[in-house]
């Protein structure tokens, strides 16, 4: 019957090629859009671009120079004013509702464009198609869909058409800067929102994204999935894409003992790691130590200390200072710790231009902290020794 479509699928069949054409949009966005195209952290083969490129046009109407420019805004300004679409500023209940609004009020901004909208297509197809006709390739989806499906194409096709909407507009922007866990404090509120999935591609792994923002693999522990990493891979199996970037691999040599200007380079190569590992080896056994040294009176103030202790100073909150400052009155090492992890923060903020400085900073930090006293803070300062650039190679 004609109301079936030409294919006449039954119901699970209909969801099955549902999941399947929204997972081609997801791979889409997160593979040439995001990756490639605001930030060049691999490359693809041109007929792979271009299959891209049609098939946002059909599934999203998504122009290509308008959605790299705003994503590299949210970079260049992240959770301040002028960020398209930070819930730090415009609230978490707007981005989730009205994402795609705020993508659209930002596509308008010519200076956007112009800034951050460089090399990005310009040839026949785009200027005489994609751009000069958004709404043709939506609608020559519905009418695909219904052809195919019958009836129920229309329902298809609104799901098609609010996938990228709902999941990254609203999900990524929204609750990715809100809610969910952090491999690393970078300076803005991103957070990974679950450690593996499969609907969002890997874009849920937006704390690592957003401290790696130039990586074509988004996870970093061995326990997270990155589905588009995995489409990544399959396409540079056959030729069909070359990674460029990756995140620092942070390598140590065992018995190293001696600062030296490679340790300085790899410590600030791989800063984000090392502070991760100060998080885990010094705040962590230190605040455990604490607690269990701590009258019960004061205890509670005692709660999420590892979490506060760790956190990126420009986001805090004030609450959060002052239950950081009454744990610190609390326990000396606390605040030698914390204090510690504060000064190492600013050594490759006001030194990174200087290699020299950089390095007599370190050793400097070094041998302060092994006169501390602090037995996990001397243990620590040990292994920053080991970090180089390269791995150990054998004798």
Request: glycine share 6%; proline share 3%; net charge positive.
């Amino acid at each position: 019957m004609w109301y079936n479509g030409f294919l006449d699928l039954s119901v699970w069949q209909l969801v099955a090629v549902i999941l399947l054409m929204t997972h081609v949009t997801i791979v889409s966005v997160t593979v040439y859009l995001h990756r490639y195209s605001a930030h060049r952290a691999l490359e693809l083969h041109p007929a792979v671009k271009h299959f891209f490129r049609l098939w946002l046009w059909l599934s999203t109407g998504q122009n290509t120079r308008e959605w790299t420019a705003i994503h590299r805004k949210h970079h260049a300004k992240c959770e301040t004013v002028d960020d398209p679409h930070s819930p730090v500023i415009k609230g978490l209940s707007t981005v989730l509702r009205t994402g795609a609004e705020l993508y659209q009020e930002e596509a308008k901004n010519p200076e956007t464009l112009r800034i951050y909208g460089k090399n990005c297509p310009d040839d026949w197809i785009e200027r005489n198609v994609y751009s000069r006709f958004t709404f043709g390739g939506v609608t020559l989806m519905a009418l695909i869909d219904l052809a195919l499906f019958g009836v129920i194409g229309i329902t298809v096709w609104a799901i098609q058409m609010m996938w990228i909407p709902v999941w990254a507009a609203g999900v990524i922007n929204g609750l990715g800067h809100a809610v969910g866990y952090r491999n690393f404090e970078c300076r803005d509120a991103a957070t990974n929102l679950v450690p593996w999935g499969i609907l969002i591609g890997g874009e849920e792994l937006h704390n690592n994204h957003h401290t790696y923002p130039n990586s074509a693999k988004l996870s970093v522990r061995k326990w997270e999935f990155d589905m588009g990493w995995a489409w990544i891979q399959l396409l540079s199996l056959f030729g069909l894409a070359k990674v460029q970037r990756v995140a620092p691999i942070a390598h140590r040599v065992e018995g190293k003992r001696q600062l030296d200007m490679d340790t300085a380079m790899a410590i600030l190569n791989n800063r984000f790691q090392i502070m991760a590992q100060y998080r885990k080896l010094v705040i962590g056994p230190l605040v455990k130590q604490e607690l269990a040294k701590a009258d019960a009176s004061v205890r509670h103030q005692f709660h999420r200390a590892k979490r506060l202790l760790a956190r990126e100073p420009s986001l805090l909150q004030d609450q959060q200072q002052v239950r950081i400052d009454a744990m610190l009155a609390q326990s000396q090492a606390l605040k030698v710790i914390y204090e510690k992890r504060l000064a190492l923060q600013q050594i490759w903020v006001k030194t990174s231009s200087n290699g020299h400085d950089m390095l007599e900073a370190i050793r400097l930090w070094v041998h302060d902290a092994e006169a501390s006293g602090i037995q996990s803070l001397r243990e620590f300062a040990e292994q920053l020794k080991t970090y180089s650039l390269r791995p150990a190679t054998l004798a």
